[in-house]
């Protein structure tokens, strides 16, 4: 009856999986994506150039070899847009090459270009020549179509001096100052590799704080680092306009501050690119911010069409797509499929690294669960007097009751990897006993997890035989 048994819109990492798990149980599977697109925008603007670009950054200002060789240590002194970019578009290529591959061996049919719904069943993909279009049927749809930065209406992007975060990776020039909105997880990546640049950095930032999910130690020893790198941070500030000036821009905030850079990067949350899917020819909406609501299976108000990514919502993590992806997939046709672990990792890729999983002390204390902390210093270990990161840290949060791990924050060099010995611990119901017991690799950074589990472990027993020995008079 249909020319597909599913039809993906979108290549990014959700519409990726999505595709490849319907090949794999045999079904007729098609994808539709703008020819320049491919990979979506994890990795044409997003997750995979600026990981990318923040490697460039920390390799050529020879950022994480200062506490051995010193504070004015440089591997190149005059860093050049250029020299930043070369590597960031090498990876792009690379990724855009093996997702084209892998899409070719399971037999996915690419149709290049812009999708858009004609009927619940029906989609026309029109190319970018005028006139080229191709129009299919398609019995399930799976839509993972991303997001793209918002663009509010009172700031005028010429994306030169004022730009949003697609736009960085376009820069002509490494700016001597910038004023960067919005303190969110991009806006805070950015302004860190921008600091670590040389660059002088303003955040501003309507919220009284930064990254209020995470661990309120961990977020005040990253802007302890930032402000040592000259970074100021606005909190509680607005911004009125921004006017692009002779020799710059000038920010002026509602509280009347008027802030001279040389660029402003606007990062003040993000949009579903659903505008150009006629949604309501098959019978769908989107929210004011463009997103797609979906019950657990990823399944829209019309049975057949599902989402995935970035356009249904939180998380909105690369990773995370993934799986939805492969879910969507599953349920759509039929397939028995355990759901996510809700225990994720978050990873936030500043400089220094922040990567956490699990509960944190806040939500501990609000929900009553009685804890205990164990914590450890990169300081303290010889691999991290090697890697010269004598500020990092690993904090275990414990339970009193059982001594199963509640939670786990990292702040510092490998944060985003370490973060999974906790959670594979904490996902198979383990006790810091493990850690404690268990033997790591020497030197390493994992260690950290054998010494903060000493730690907590001292204090719970200290704890014990507090409650349990003679009563003093």
Known sequence: MYDYDLLVIGSGPGGQKAAIAAAKLGKRVCMAERRNMIGGVCVNT????????????????????????????????EITIADLLAHTEHVVGREVE????????????????????????????????????????????????????????????????????????????????MVVVGAGVI?????????????????????????EFCDPEVVESLK?????????????????KVEIAPNGTITSLASGKRIAADMVMYSAGRQGVTEELHLEKAGLGADRRGRIAVDGQ????????????????????????????????YHAFGEPARELQELQPIGIYTVPEISYCGKTEAELTESAVPYEVGMSRYRELARGAIVGDSYGMLKLLVSNEDRTLL?????GTNATDLVHIGQAIMGCGGTVDYLVDTVFNYPTLSEAYKVAALDVTNKIRALDAFASGPRSC
């Open 46 to 77: 997003g997750t995979i150039p600026s990981k990318t670009l923040r490697e460039a950054v920390l390799h050529l200002t020879g950022f994480a070899q200062r506490d051995i060789y010193g504070a004015s240590y440089r591997v190149k002194s």
């Open 98 to 177: 093996v997702i084209r591959s892998q899409l070719l061996r399971n037999h996915v049919d690419l149709l290049g270009g812009t999708a858009r719904f004609e009927d619940p069943q029906t989609v026309t993909v029109a190319g970018e020549v005028r006139g080229d279009h191709t129009t299919v049927t398609a019995e399930k749809f799976v839509i993972a179509t991303g997001t793209k930065p918002a663009r509010p209406a009172e700031v005028e992007f010429d994306d030169d001096h004022v730009l949003d975060s697609d736009g960085v990776l376009r820069m002509k020039r490494v700016p001597g100052s």
């Open 187 to 211: 806006g805070i990546e950015y302004a860190s590799m921008f600091a670590a640049l040389g660059t002088r950095v303003t955040v501003v930032e309507k919220r009284p704080q930064m990254l």
């Open 224 to 240: 302890f680092h930032l402000r040592d790198r000259a970074v100021t941070f606005r909190f509680g500030e607005e911004v009125a």
């Open 298 to 329: 990823y399944r829209t108000v019309v049975p057949h069409i599902f989402a995935v990514g970035d356009v249904i919502g939180f998380p909105a993590l690369a990773a995370t797509s993934m799986g939805q992806g492969r879910l969507a997939a």
């Open 407 to 411: 939670g786990v924050h990292v702040f």
